[in-house]
């Protein structure tokens, strides 16, 4: 079913002026009328944890949730290779103006534009609030924060701290949003999971939570909520996410009335250390910024065995420098991990493995290798230590892996959901990125949403909503409270002789095989009938020791892949409808000599998915039609 039911709420006039304009005409709440109003936020990433700083700053009191023991402990810390702002500083050409068409083009015109541009615009100030908190920017011989290159791009605008970015912009977002715990407008509750969210006279006006230490469900109320929890690349199992990234969060917002878009918006990150065993619960990231100085490539014969330094210049093949003259060994992530699952599967894989080569041979003759060390030791120490390869002395093997994810819940303009009260940050949302991301602008989206853009739009939500007070005593928070209860009981009674564990893995496979890198109808079909006949095991058959009742992390896994089991079926369903290929969509019925097909006539658009009331009862599918009016729709090329 398709129907259109969304409001995207984009601001008239020009598009450099739209956020100008509509943060000046947006409600606002008086400075002592802050302190009356409460907000949840639920992650502490950088979107969660800067958001909880800024509206704790701005005086509002704020209940913020983590699943860890501290909320340094978010997958933002994994970020590596940095961060994306339109400053120009190398003088090279950037702009806003540029940034905005990179990533509208890196997206394959598959993103809102006018949300595009905000990011953008947005961009410059991260920088400033970044370097304000101390964060140790790298910085050139002069003084200067210092830039490098990242795929997708011909301009140098990727600030970093070596290979540890995101780490140390979270640890910035979470020394602003501590100074606030301290001064007591913002209460930190950790060691929590959100297992529902609770909708009064259709508002969002609280969650219900688990303490991971007792057992206990609790019940937490206030004026709106945000959803800052990251993204579902773990629906595969073995993904570059740390291993407590769910999608609970957003799925059970989902069941509650918010729509979820392009779930089938799934990026495989180029360069990632590759499976190495059957027994392997993660898989390890290797920073895009190693492409600015290493080099792809494969044996130019089919089936080599030889060891990297024995096989000679002329039987190389540097297949991105090759197919991709202009962007070469930067050609953006869903372009270069298509061209290395290409290769490998005809077997040019490195001595014949699931892998090719990232060679720093060169750069370190020209460069020197302390220069190499200085712009990424860390990563080749992790490296080595890994894989017991020295990447000094030989190629590292790479191969793509799940990443990122583009899909998540719609949000208009403003970040709210389609449940008024609801706001949605960061990855958790359906982002700014289209159908593939840029390398360095997840960290640019968390900050912006979270420093810049709630702020103001959930102030106007507050001014313009009239608001009876609840209380957690509420019916509705009771009925959800027993709802939480009965899904857990459930699934402690089941007593059947599959793990938890063993169940994710198969759900995994499905779907990296079947809506993975590339997918083709036949394989999407086959997908929903194997993960329904999945749900049915995990239902009927999964074993879960242990009690409610304090800690059990068997029973936090169980819950997590009942919600990823569901959405791996949206996802194929997803994939199955958009017959087109556009980003990290990749139909294998819709390509050009090997590159994605778009059909702008009929699939220029957003897909909402509205949730029926049953895993059994097909979603209803939305459109948000696309609109170009600043960027050429066009034929995305990077030769």
Sequence with gaps: MSSNKLDSKIPSGAIDSKWTNHKFNIKLVNPANKRKHSIIVVGTGLAGASAAASLGELGYKVKSFCTHESPRRAHSVAAQGGINAAKNYQNDGDSIQRLFYDTVKGGDFRAREANVHRLAEVSVNIIDQAVAQGVPLAREYGGLLANRSFGGAQVSRTFYARGQTGQQLLYGAYSGMMRQVDAGTVDLYNRR????????????????????????????????????????????YLSTNAMACSVTAAWKAHKKGAFFANPCYTQIHPTCIPVHGTN??????????????????????????????????????????RIYPSFGNLAPRDVSSRQAKFLVDRGFGAQGEQAVYLDFDDSIKRLGEDKIAERYGNLFQMYDKITGENPYK???????????????????????????????????????HGANRLGASALMQGLADGYFVLPYTIGNYIAGTKMEKVQTTNDAFKSATDEANKNIAGILKTKGDRTVESIHKDLGHIMWEKCGMSRTREGLTQ?????????????????????????????????????????????????????????????????????????????????????????????????????????????????
């Design 394 to 432: 030989q190629p590292m093997r790479i191969y793509p892996a799940p990443h990122y994810t583009m899909g998540g819940l719609w949000v208009d303009y403003n970040l709210e959901s389609t449940v008024p009260g609801l706001f949605v940050a960061g990855e958790a949302n359906f982002s700014d």
């Design 527 to 639: 997908a929903i009938s194997d993960i329904k006949k999945l749900r049915s095991v995990f239902n009927n058959a999964v074993l879960v020791p242990g009690e409610a009742k304090g800690v059990n992390p068997e029973l936090e896994k169980a819950g997590r892949v009942a919600d990823f089991i569901e959405l791996g079926e949206l996802m194929c369903r997803d994939a199955l409808v958009r017959e087109e290929s556009c980003g990290g969509h990749f139909r294998e019925e819709h390509q050009v000599d090997g590159e994605a097909k778009r059909d702008d006539a009929n699939f220029c658009h957003v897909a909402a998915w509205e949730w029926n009331g049953s895993a059994d009862k097909d979603q209803t599918r939305h459109k948000e039609e696309l609109v170009f009016d600043n960027v050429h729709l066009a034929t995305r090329s990077y030769k």
């Design 280 to 321: 392997q619960s993660k898989l390890t990231l290797m920073s895009e910024s190693l492409r600015n100085d290493g080099r792809v490539w494969v044996s130019k014969i089919k089936g080599d065995k030889r060891p990297p330094a024995q096989i000679p210049e002329g039987d190389r093949d540097y297949y991105l420098e």
């Design 193 to 236: 999971e959100m297992l529902d969210i609770v909708v009064i006279d259709g508002k969002a006006r609280g969650i219900i939570t688990r303490n991971l230490n007792t057992g206990e469900i609790e019940s937490h109320e206030a004026d709106a909520v945000v959803l800052a929890t990251g993204g579902y690349s773990n629906v595969f």
